[in-house]
């Protein structure tokens, strides 16, 4: 995009477009290899590259993948609330993590697909003043997005036995998430046996609680 911004030269929008939608399969990609990190399914993983495909798998491996992430950013709220009390800072805990809109990653997909096969008809494309500014706010969109995706990391829940009667709580629906936080500090033990991991694996942008919560 910079060099796009200092040259004008419409094929740097090419090459941005590109780069975005690996990002988006390789979010997605990691996403799936976090819920199953099982050889054949990583292969099958290797061969996903349509947004919907990899909803599908995502769900089929963890049906309620959503809200674990909305879960996780209740623990992550009690665990701050936890050490502040405490003043004890955990600035290199995240405060949330995005819980995934795949109807957005999908739009955002398609549309750079189909910039990328836009050279077929330069006239029309890549000559064109409007269409090159037209599909820099595609650019621009899809950074924002991915952007704020990636900053705030990627998690998988395994859950201990109180980890999981709070998350059963929690899908009721019964009480308000502030008794829900009440009942999970007098129960967190910050490590090892912290109710919730976040994997971390290789060069993911994830993070583990039990390492950064002692």
């Given at each position: 995009?910079i060099k796009y911004k200092l040259s004008s030269n419409a094929h740097f929008i090419i090459y941005a477009a590109l780069e975005?939608?690996?990002?988006?399969?390789?979010?997605?990609?990691?996403?799936?290899?976090?819920?199953?990190?099982?050889?054949?399914?990583?292969?099958?993983?290797?061969?996903?590259?349509?947004?919907?495909?990899?909803?599908?798998?995502?769900?089929?491996?963890?049906?309620?993948?959503?809200?674990?992430?909305?879960?996780?950013?209740?623990?992550?709220?009690?665990?701050?609330?936890?050490?502040?009390?405490?003043?004890?800072?955990?600035?290199?805990?995240?405060?949330?993590?995005?819980?995934?809109?795949?109807?957005?990653?999908?739009?955002?997909?398609?549309?750079?697909?189909?910039?990328?096969?836009?050279?077929?008809?330069?006239?029309?494309?890549?000559?064109?003043?409007?269409?090159?500014?037209?599909?820099?706010?595609?650019?621009?969109?899809?950074?924002?997005?991915?952007?704020?995706?990636?900053?705030?990391?990627?998690?998988?829940?395994?859950?201990?036995?109180?980890?999981?009667?709070?998350?059963?709580?929690?899908?009721?629906?019964?009480?308000?998430?502030?008794?829900?936080?009440?009942?999970?500090?007098?129960?967190?033990?910050?490590?090892?046996?912290?109710?919730?991991?976040?994997?971390?694996?290789?060069?993911?942008?994830?993070?583990?609680?039990?390492?950064?919560?002692?």
């Open positions: 995009m975005l939608r690996i990002c988006i399969e390789r979010i997605l990609f990691e996403y799936l290899i976090l819920i199953q990190i099982d050889s054949n399914g990583f292969t099958q993983a290797e061969k996903i590259y349509r947004t919907k495909d990899f909803k599908q798998a995502i769900d089929k491996h963890e049906p309620e993948f959503s809200l674990k992430i909305q879960f996780i950013n209740v623990y992550l709220k009690m665990v701050h609330l936890y050490f502040a009390k405490q003043g004890v800072m955990v600035d290199k805990l995240p405060t949330f993590i995005v819980d995934l809109d795949f109807k957005i990653l999908s739009q955002i997909h398609g549309k750079l697909s189909a910039l990328l096969h836009s050279l077929k008809n330069p006239e029309q494309t890549t000559q064109s003043v409007v269409w090159n500014e037209t599909q820099m706010r595609v650019i621009n969109q899809s950074f924002e997005y991915l952007s704020h995706v990636i900053l705030n990391g990627q998690v998988h829940l395994k859950l201990n036995n109180k980890g999981i009667i709070h998350y059963e709580v929690f899908k009721s629906n019964t009480i308000t998430n502030e008794q829900l936080i009440e009942t999970m500090i007098s129960d967190f033990k910050p490590y090892p046996e912290s109710n919730i991991s976040v994997a971390e694996n290789g060069d993911l942008i994830g993070y583990l609680i039990s390492k950064y919560s002692h």
